[in-house]
C-alpha cells in the first residue's frame, strides 16, 4: 500500500513561483511507479497536467503548463516534487499527485486519465491572485 502527503500549496501573486511535495511511504524507490499529478478548479473536472513512467521512459505535459511546471523526484527520501512558475490565475485549482505501481507503457501518452491511477494524495489548495 502506498500513502502519499502533499504539502506546499497557498496564495501566491500571478507571475509567482510554488513548490509542491508529494510525500511517499514506500520501501520501493519512486522509479517503481508511474506518477500524475492532476488539478481540479472550481466547478470543473479533475484533469491530467503531467505524467511521467520513470522504467517507460516517457513523460508528459499538457500544453497549459509545458515549460513553466517541472516534476522532480527525490529517491533518497521518497518524495516528488511540483515546481510551478510563472503562476498564472488559471492556475487556480486544488493540486493533487497520484501514482500505481509500474511502467504502465501506454500510461502518458493521450489525455492523463484518472482512473489509471490508484494511488492520491488528499490535495492541496493553489490560489494565484493579486
Known amino acids: 500500500q502506498l500513502q502519499l502527503v502533499e504539502s506546499g500549496g497557498g496564495l501566491v501573486q500571478p507571475g509567482g513561483s510554488l513548490t509542491l511535495s508529494c510525500a511517499a511511504s514506500?520501501?520501493?524507490?519512486?522509479?517503481?511507479?508511474?506518477w500524475g499529478w492532476f488539478r481540479q478548479a472550481p466547478g470543473k473536472e479533475r484533469e491530467g497536467i503531467i505524467c511521467?513512467?520513470?522504467?517507460?521512459?516517457?513523460?508528459k505535459y499538457v500544453d497549459s503548463v509545458k515549460g513553466r511546471f517541472t516534476v522532480a523526484k527525490d529517491n533518497a527520501n521518497n518524495t516528488m516534487y511540483l515546481r510551478m512558475n510563472d503562476l498564472k490565475p488559471e492556475d487556480t485549482s486544488i493540486y493533487y499527485c497520484a501514482a500505481v505501481w509500474g511502467p504502465n507503457l501506454d500510461i502518458c501518452l493521450g489525455v492523463i486519465e484518472n482512473h489509471r491511477f490508484n494511488y492520491w494524495g488528499q490535495g492541496t489548495q493553489v490560489t494565484v491572485s493579486s
Open positions: 511521467i513512467s520513470y522504467h517507460a521512459g516517457s513523460e
Open positions: 514506500t520501501r520501493f524507490t519512486l522509479d517503481y511507479y508511474s
